[in-house]
Nanobody
Framework: VQLVESGGGLVQPGGSLRLSCAAS????????MSWVRQAPGKGPEWVSS????????KYADFVKGRFTISRDNAKNTLYLQMNSLKPEDTALYYC????????????????????RGQGTQVTVSS
């Protein structure tokens, strides 16, 4: 399993970024995928998830209406479009694949066996 994130950077408050996660080493279309972030000095925080066929999405309350998760199973790629960014969105963002798909109602819980990439840094500052 390999997950490689990209697209992070420095952006002013109110700006936008689009993160990508290139997946390989497994059948991407079979798995739910998620974005998780971790700010300095804090624990990991679930951001958003999408089911295998991209028909269902789920968001943490603090990003609802601002972030959009999507996936392209033909390209083995997960995306996170982030708009109206705030300084509190500053964190290392990484994509996550569960060891096996959990019940959708529990997708927001981070599990020790999940696979994740190295992350891409998002910094929101003026």
């Amino acid at each position: 399993v390999q997950l490689v994130e990209s697209g992070g950077g420095l952006v002013q408050p109110g700006g936008s970024l689009r993160l990508s996660c290139a997946a390989s080493g497994f059948t991407f279309g079979n798995y739910y995928m998620s974005w998780v972030r971790q700010a300095p000095g804090k624990g990991p925080e679930w951001v958003s998830s999408v089911n295998s066929g991209a028909g269902m999405t789920k968001y943490a309350d603090f990003v609802k209406g601002r972030f959009t998760i999507s996936r392209d199973n033909a390209k083995n790629t997960l995306y996170l479009q982030m708009n109206s960014l705030k300084p509190e969105d500053t964190a290392l963002y990484y994509c996550v694949r569960p060891k096996s798909n959990p019940p959708w109602s529990t997708i927001q819980y981070i599990r020790a066996g999940d696979f994740r990439g190295q992350g891409t840094q998002v910094t929101v500052s003026s």
